[in-house]
């Protein structure tokens, strides 16, 4: 990966880390709030989780990508994810 590609590609994973964060955050608000609604706090607990593994498909293909779309996973360098 170039240095550009490289960077740009871990500022969006920090974002995208980021971002699931903050919604386990939203949802232990939820979850601790004295008018908590069950209906609502499930919804967002399913909403994160859905959040959460879209984001690391989405790395995974935008990595491999930056990486010039390689024809083998063996060319590939190590996954750079923490």
Same mark, same amino acid.
């Given at each position: 990966?170039?240095?550009?590609?490289?960077? =740009?590609?871990?500022?969006?994973?920090?974002?995208?880390?980021?971002?699931?964060?903050? +919604?386990?955050?939203?949802?232990?608000? +939820?979850?601790?709030?004295?008018? =908590?609604? +069950?209906?609502?706090?499930?919804?967002?607990? *399913? %909403?994160?989780?859905?959040?959460?593994?879209?984001?690391? /498909? *989405?790395?995974?293909?935008?990595?491999? /990508? =930056?990486? %010039?779309?390689?024809?083998?996973?063996?060319?590939?360098?190590?996954? /750079?994810? %923490?």
């Amino acid at each position: 990966m170039t240095h550009e590609l490289m960077q =740009a590609y871990a500022d969006v994973e920090r974002a995208m880390e980021s971002y699931t964060k903050a +919604l386990e955050q939203h949802v232990s608000f +939820l979850k601790s709030s004295e008018r =908590a609604d +069950l209906e609502q706090i499930e919804r967002m607990t *399913y %909403g994160a989780r859905a959040m959460r593994d879209s984001a690391m /498909i *989405y790395l995974s293909y935008a990595k491999f /990508i =930056a990486q %010039g779309m390689p024809k083998s996973e063996e060319l590939a360098p190590e996954d /750079i994810q %923490g």
